[in-house]
Nanobody
Framework: QAHLVESGGGLVQAGGSLRLGCTGS????????MGWFRQAPGKEREFVAG????????YYADSVKGRFVIFRDNANNTLYLQMNSLKPEDTAVYYC?????????????????WGQGTQVTVSS
């Protein structure tokens, strides 16, 4: 059975950095589009960043553009999100997700595989 497992969340001060990881198991995700989403308390899950299966095309939510970088290591079936210049409004549970059809979408419904999430808390 396929699984995605996130890591790297934690507590950081505003202006700091964190790197999230997402490792796949049970199948290779190297030919899947991948994405990061987040959900804050009382809010809907929102798109953060996406990447195509080869890692050559990336796209971001306006709120994180210029601060976050998504990249992948297909040899190790791992996706990353480097988060810099963090703000308190970045506080949320972060989820990685895989899209088998590589639709390069921002819509959660298009992603068929999800991790369990990792908490990121940014203090002011």
């Amino acid at each position: 059975q396929a699984h995605l497992v996130e890591s790297g969340g934690g507590l950081v001060q505003a202006g700091g950095s964190l790197r999230l990881g997402c490792t796949g198991s049970g199948r290779t995700f190297s030919n899947y589009g991948m994405g990061w989403f987040r959900q804050a308390p009382g809010k809907e899950r929102e798109f953060v960043a996406g990447i195509d299966w080869r890692g050559g095309y990336t796209y971001y939510a306006d709120s994180v553009k210029g601060r976050f970088v998504i990249f992948r290591d297909n040899a190790n079936n791992t996706l990353y999100l480097q988060m810099n210049s963090l703000k308190p409004e970045d506080t949320a549970v972060y989820y990685c997700a895989a899209d088998q059809r590589n639709t390069l979408t921002r819509t959660p419904l298009n992603y068929g595989y999800w991790g369990q999430g990792t908490q990121v808390t940014v203090s002011s």
